[in-house]
């Protein structure tokens, strides 16, 4: 299992993507926790393939078997089981994965660290098909969150260069984060988003694929919430958001950006608002002052690789033979990935801050 461990909240995520079931079991959840069963199924549907052409056409139902940790609607305290049956698998098409590694795959680096025994038939257990369970568990966390004011929203920013508008830095609101969640393909701007689509379609026709940046906020965070050092809230998140699949990378507020500035554009002045809060008038720290939130919105942008598996031919090795080969992949695959990863950085961004949380005194 891949587990991620804390003196709080605890998961692991079972499972591959071909074999008879998912799954995932989270510790240390807060009991009496009401969890509504509709709005956990609406929060993974985000993440399930469309039918508009611009991801793959595996049909998984998504439907999670709570086997423990819930009664009567509400949290125990137990350790919280769930499992997601596969069943819309195409094994054949992966037979001679386990010999020609994908180029920009886990097939040769899954390979050797597990001598040649790694289930390669959909991407195995690295395929993004675990970033359900993932779903899973920080649709449940949101729900709590949610409950106590806090909000996390996440839109497709750009894909290949074309780019959608951003959340405001520092009065975005509820609203402007529910607006997009209910959207089909996630993007703020509508008409960006369908040039978006209609880039995903040229490039699936062209055998391509396309990656892009995902802009994910939460609101309402109290200040004061993680820890120094090793134990930030930036650490959290990342950890968490490195656990999905084709991310290569996350900035906090202004990003990469601040490398560029002197240190007065960068400085985020601070000042008391009419509701006698402490606020900045800017947030290029993201919502983030040494691993703890200051109250501002918390801010990243994440970017997202394109698919590695693509139907163009492509060199690779067999590692068996050692001898240079062509690959020609079949399966079902994604043009590209990013709006579906929508909700999974939404969903890592949430079980981060439920596990700082609970540390907070007024949890």
Same mark, same amino acid.
């Given at each position: 299992?891949?587990?991620?461990?804390?003196?709080?909240?605890?998961?692991? &995520?079972?499972?591959?993507?071909?074999?008879?079931?998912?799954?995932? %079991?989270?510790?240390?959840?807060?009991?009496? +926790?009401?969890?509504?069963?509709?709005?956990?199924?609406?929060?993974? !549907?985000?993440?399930?393939?469309?039918?508009?052409?611009?991801?793959?056409?595996?049909?998984?139902?998504?439907?999670?078997?709570?086997?423990?940790?819930?009664?009567?609607?509400?949290?125990?305290? /137990?350790?919280? @089981?769930?499992?997601?049956?596969?069943?819309?698998?195409?094994?054949?098409?992966?037979?001679?994965? !386990?010999?020609?590694?994908?180029?920009?795959?886990?097939?040769?680096?899954?390979?050797?660290?597990?001598?040649?025994?790694?289930?390669?038939?959909?991407?195995?257990?690295?395929?993004?098909?675990?970033?359900?369970?993932? @779903?899973?568990?920080?649709?449940? @966390?949101?729900?709590?969150?949610?409950?106590?004011?806090?909000?996390?929203? !996440?839109?497709?920013?750009?894909?290949? $260069?074309?780019?959608?508008?951003?959340?405001?830095?520092?009065?975005?609101?509820?609203?402007? *984060?529910?607006?997009?969640?209910?959207?089909?393909?996630?993007?703020?701007?509508?008409?960006?988003?369908?040039?978006?689509?209609?880039?995903?379609?040229?490039?699936?026709?062209?055998?391509?694929?396309?990656?892009? *940046?995902?802009? @994910?906020?939460?609101?309402?965070?109290? /200040? $004061?919430?993680?820890?120094?050092?090793? +134990?930030?809230?930036?650490?959290? &998140?990342?950890?968490?958001?490195?656990? &999905?699949?084709? %991310?290569?990378?996350? +900035?906090?507020? /202004? $990003?990469?950006?601040?490398?560029?500035?002197?240190?007065?554009?960068?400085?985020?002045?601070?000042?008391?608002?009419?509701?006698?809060?402490?606020?900045?008038?800017?947030?290029?720290?993201?919502?983030?002052?040494?691993?703890?939130?200051?109250?501002?919105?918390?801010?990243?942008?994440?970017?997202?690789?394109?698919?590695?598996?693509?139907?163009?031919?492509?060199?690779?090795?067999?590692?068996?033979?050692?001898?240079? +080969?062509?690959?020609?992949?079949?399966?079902?695959?994604?043009?590209?990935?990013?709006?579906?990863?929508?909700?999974? %950085?939404?969903? !890592?961004?949430? *079980?981060?801050?439920?596990?700082?949380?609970?540390?907070?005194?007024?949890?």
């Amino acid at each position: 299992m891949s587990s991620f461990w804390n003196n709080r909240i605890t998961f692991s &995520i079972f499972g591959e993507s071909h074999g008879p079931a998912i799954g995932i %079991v989270i510790d240390n959840l807060p009991p009496g +926790e009401y969890i509504d069963k509709e709005k956990l199924l609406q929060f993974m !549907a985000r993440r399930a393939p469309k039918k508009d052409g611009t991801t793959t056409p595996r049909g998984e139902k998504d439907l999670p078997e709570i086997v423990s940790g819930v009664m009567n609607d509400k949290t125990t305290g /137990a350790p919280l @089981c769930a499992m997601i049956r596969n069943t819309d698998t195409r094994s054949k098409d992966y037979g001679n994965l !386990a010999r020609l590694p994908r180029p920009g795959h886990a097939d040769y680096t899954g390979a050797v660290r597990y001598q040649g025994f790694n289930d390669v038939r959909g991407g195995g257990h690295f395929s993004g098909r675990l970033t359900a369970p993932l @779903c899973f568990a920080g649709a449940v @966390c949101g729900q709590i969150l949610e409950r106590r004011g806090i909000y996390t929203g !996440a839109h497709v920013a750009s894909i290949h $260069g074309i780019k959608d508008d951003m959340f405001h830095s520092t009065k975005v609101s509820k609203a402007d *984060i529910l607006s997009v969640r209910e959207k089909d393909f996630p993007v703020i701007n509508d008409g960006q988003g369908e040039l978006m689509r209609e880039d995903i379609l040229r490039a699936r026709e062209g055998g391509e694929s396309l990656g892009g *940046i995902i802009e @994910c906020v939460a609101i309402n965070v109290p /200040a $004061g919430i993680g820890s120094p050092m090793f +134990e930030g809230l930036e650490n959290t &998140i990342a950890q968490l958001v490195f656990g &999905i699949p084709a %991310v290569k990378g996350i +900035e906090f507020g /202004a $990003g990469f950006k601040v490398a560029e500035m002197v240190g007065s554009q960068d400085n985020d002045t601070f000042y008391i608002d009419e509701n006698g809060h402490v606020k900045t008038r800017t947030n290029n720290h993201g919502g983030i002052l040494g691993g703890i939130s200051s109250g501002m919105p918390i801010t990243m942008n994440v970017a997202i690789k394109p698919t590695a598996s693509i139907s163009k031919p492509q060199e690779t090795v067999d590692f068996r033979a050692k001898t240079n +080969e062509v690959l020609q992949i079949k399966g079902r695959h994604d043009p590209c990935i990013v709006a579906r990863a929508v909700p999974c %950085v939404e969903a !890592a961004v949430n *079980i981060a801050l439920l596990s700082h949380m609970m540390n907070y005194p007024h949890f």
